[in-house]
Each structure stands twice: as structure tokens, then as C-alpha cells.
């Protein structure tokens, strides 16, 4: 079993930016595929960003594209979520989720796709 745990939420005025950090336990970080999912009030957990094992590849909604930059270190088995020009919209409890399948970077939007899943971390963005 893989832990994650997310941090670096917090409240943030309109047009300002914060950085998320997942961190993970085990050995395996390296394989595996990362995604950032979140889930604001009263709506479903929605996919955010992605990043393949190596960190070559990265996938974006297209809500956030142009404004959040996901990120991993493998070395430190820590993913990031840099967000920048944050609006209210982008309120929300921010999930940090990892993908065990080969097969991640052809369903890396998909909630199912992942295997574990971190507890979440609170941004609240401010008008």
C-alpha cells in the first residue's frame, strides 16, 4: 500500500498562486503515474493535471492549462502542483492520486485509473 499525502493548501487572494506537494511513501514512486484531481462544493472530484513516471510527459484540464504546472521529483517521491492565477473557481479540496498501470497515460483523467489516493488538501481562493 502507497500513502500520499498532500500539503501546501491554504487561502490565497484572486490572481495569486500556491504550490501543492505530494509526497509518497514506498519504493515504487518512479513507476508510478501521478495526477492532481480536486473537488469543490457540491461538485464531483474532477481530473486537474497529470505526469508520466518519468515526468516527460504532462497532461492538463483544460480549465487550469496555461495556469497550473504539475511537477515530480523522483528522487524525493514528491509530485507538485504549482498554481498560479488562481481564481475562486479554483476552490476546492486538491487530491494527489498514483497510478500503478502501464496503461497511464491513456486514462490519466480517469478518477478509476488510480490506485491510491491522498487524503486531499483544502485551497480556497479569494475574490
Known amino acids: 500500500q502507497v500513502q500520499l499525502v498532500e500539503s501546501g493548501g491554504g487561502v490565497v487572494q484572486a490572481g495569486g498562486s500556491l504550490r501543492l506537494s505530494c509526497a509518497a511513501s514506498?519504493?515504487?514512486?518512479?513507476?508510478?503515474?501521478m495526477g492532481w484531481f480536486r473537488q469543490g462544493p457540491g461538485k464531483e472530484r474532477e481530473f486537474v493535471a497529470a505526469i508520466s513516471r518519468s515526468g516527460s510527459n504532462t497532461y492538463y484540464a483544460d480549465s487550469v492549462k496555461g495556469r497550473f504546472t504539475i511537477s515530480r521529483d523522483n528522487a524525493k517521491n514528491t509530485v507538485y502542483l504549482q498554481m498560479d492565477s488562481l481564481k475562486p473557481e479554483d476552490t476546492a479540496v486538491y487530491y494527489c492520486?498514483?497510478?500503478?498501470?502501464?496503461?497511464?497515460?491513456?486514462?490519466?483523467?480517469?478518477?478509476?485509473?488510480?490506485?491510491?489516493w491522498g487524503q486531499g488538501t483544502q485551497v480556497t481562493v479569494s475574490s
Open positions: 492520486a498514483a497510478d500503478r498501470s502501464p496503461y497511464h497515460y491513456s486514462k490519466y483523467d480517469r478518477l478509476r485509473e488510480y490506485d491510491y
Open positions: 514506498g519504493r515504487a514512486f518512479s513507476t508510478y503515474g
